[in-house]
């Protein structure tokens, strides 16, 4: 698939595309959003497209939203803070939407989803959703 056909089919712009493939380090820094659109379009996950071998892969969950997925794990905000190096603060903010998951870049959904053993679409759910309404409006 050319990175034509690839913008076209995920609404995300040919200049990031060819950004994203010619900077594998930016992948990293990648929106979750703009990555699930990316993975949509091409049939994959989206840590597919990180750039880091060893991702060990999460399955979906019943649970959608960081919060409900961390709370039914028995994980406190300090205790996945711990486990994923990123700041108890930050996993506060998305989880009570002062920070939006899908501005969640890449890599933080990577350490998050190997942490929860989930896919980290899951904390896109309610994204999910209203995005599909407004596609089919």
Not at 84 to 89: A, K
Request: aromatic share 6%; charged share 30%.
């Amino acid at each position: 698939m050319s990175l034509e056909q690839l913008a076209e089919l995920s609404g995300v712009d040919h200049d990031r595309l060819v950004m994203f493939e010619n900077n594998p380090e930016t992948i990293r820094n990648m929106h979750l959003d703009t990555a699930r659109q990316i993975a949509k379009a091409l049939h994959c996950n989206v840590l597919e497209l990180h750039p880091d071998e060893g991702w060990r892969g999460g399955i979906h969950c019943a649970e959608s939203g960081l919060r409900d997925i961390r709370r039914t794990r028995g994980y406190t905000q300090n205790e996945l803070s711990e486990m994923t190096g990123i700041p108890q603060p930050n996993i506060s903010w998305f989880e009570t939407g002062y920070r939006s998951t899908s501005g969640m870049r890449l890599d933080t959904a990577r350490r998050l989803s190997e942490a929860l053993r989930c896919d980290p679409t899951d904390f896109l759910k309610e994204a999910y959703s209203r995005y599909e309404n407004k596609c089919c409006i």
